[in-house]
Structure formats: C-alpha cells, structure tokens
C-alpha cells in the first residue's frame, strides 16, 4: 500500500489457539482506511477466526490487534468488549446469518439502528434508508422466519450497516447465492465502500474477489501468506499450491 494510506486495522503477531488446534499463528496484516481488501485461503484457514478475533467473539492469546480511530488514535481492542467494538464502527455479517426471527424485516434494522442513533426519529429514518438501499423495501414488513438465503444475506448486510461501521467485515456473503444474486450483492457491496465504508471480504469465488477487491491477503494454515493486486496474486505459484495441494507439487495439476 502507498505510504499515505491510513490504516483501520492491524493484527501483529497474532495467535489464536482452541486446545490442541492452533488456528492461528503468528499472523501479522493491516487493513487500510477505503479498501475493499479480500482475505482468502483454504477452508480452514482461519479467515473466520480471524475476523471473530477483531470483532470479540474470540480473544487472541498473544499479538496484539489496534483499531484506529478516524482522527489517527488507536485503541488495542483485546481491552474493548464486542459492543464496544461496534461502536467504535466495526461491523460484521455472518457465513450463517441469524436475524431476530419473530420481528420483521424493518423491525430487526430498526432494532439495531436504535442503539446506534441519538433518537427514535433519526434510528427510524436511518433503517428506512437502509431497507432501500438494500433492497429490501419490498417485504419490510415480512416476518424473517421463512426468508429466502439471499434476502437473509443482505438482511445481515443491513444489520451490520445499522451501527454505522467504518468498516464492514463480511463473512462468505455470496455463500448459497445465484449467479445472478451474486451480481447484485457485488454491486451493493460496491455501493457500500463508496460511501466511505472499509470493506473486509472473505470469500471463497475467486472470480468474486478478483472483480471487487483493490487487494487481497492470503492466509494458509493460521499464518499470513502473501498480499497484494487480486490477479498477480492468485498466479503466484505459493498461492496455487496452496490451493491445490500435492498435485501441484508434483507437476500433475
Ligand atoms: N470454536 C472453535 N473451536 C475449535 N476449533 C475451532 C473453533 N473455531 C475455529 N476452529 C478451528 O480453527 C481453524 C480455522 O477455522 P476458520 O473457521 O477460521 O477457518 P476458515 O478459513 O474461515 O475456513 P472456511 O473457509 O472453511 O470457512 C479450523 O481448524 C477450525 O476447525
């Protein structure tokens, strides 16, 4: 990254370990202020763990991640609970979204949007604002029990979007979606950056990552990898046999 980019987020020397499994080790990355930055790797990776470390659900044992703030100040956000990290304006989705499934679609931005807003009437028109912009104005007043996947998906992106992040972590948004759905939730996470939101994109289409991303950083087993332009890295020979596994190796992929 260029010099004068500011960086939102920084994990140095980061380990994370459930019993016996070291998911991750030693990862060291830096998300910068405006990116759409894809991290990718193989399935258990820990791009997951990664992101439940930065958001609280999961506490490192060692390293140290820093948040920074708009104004150039950092916080070190192992002292910071998950509330707290949300409204500092870290905002996330999940690989399996849970939204509150006896209220409606309104229902569950608005109940988000009160938290994260001065009053009632601004927390109002802020969930009418994000009900449009993701498409959902159409069943705002269905109940989320019986939501087809790709409305639950951008159901979550409007949770998220309700605490006003400076960065959004979405978490395999495309999972179980169309072709033409993915088209959809690509553009809206365009839509989301240019509103000045950081974006951090886990996900496994790589077609996906190389038409959004500015930048990718790959992760194999726990560690950092590699980083850099979406195209050059996925040629990167590491990163094939990353991938791909032996049979590269060996000349036979
Ligand atoms: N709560 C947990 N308890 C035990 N092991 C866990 C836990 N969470 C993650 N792991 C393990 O940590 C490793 C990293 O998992 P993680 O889900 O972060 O990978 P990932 O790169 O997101 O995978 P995928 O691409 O399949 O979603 C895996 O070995 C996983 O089994």
Redesign the pocket.
Known sequence: MPENCKKIIELKNVDKS??G?H??NNLSFSIYEGEILGLI????????????LMTGV?IHDKGEILYYNADGSSVTLKEQSVPNRAKLGMGRTF?TPKPFSDLTVFENIYTIAMLYNRTLKEAYKAAEEILKFVQLDDIAEQKCTKLPIEKRKWLDMARALAIRPRILML??CLAGLTPSEMETSLDMVRKINKQGITVLF?E?VMSAVTKLCNRVVV?EE?HFMTEGDPLEVMKKPEVIRAYLGEDYKNGDA
Do not use: L, R
């Open positions: 459930f019993g499994v998911a991750i790797g193989p399935n258990g990776c820990g791009k997951s763990t990664s992101v439940n999961y690989q978490d395999e886990i496994h992760m726990g």
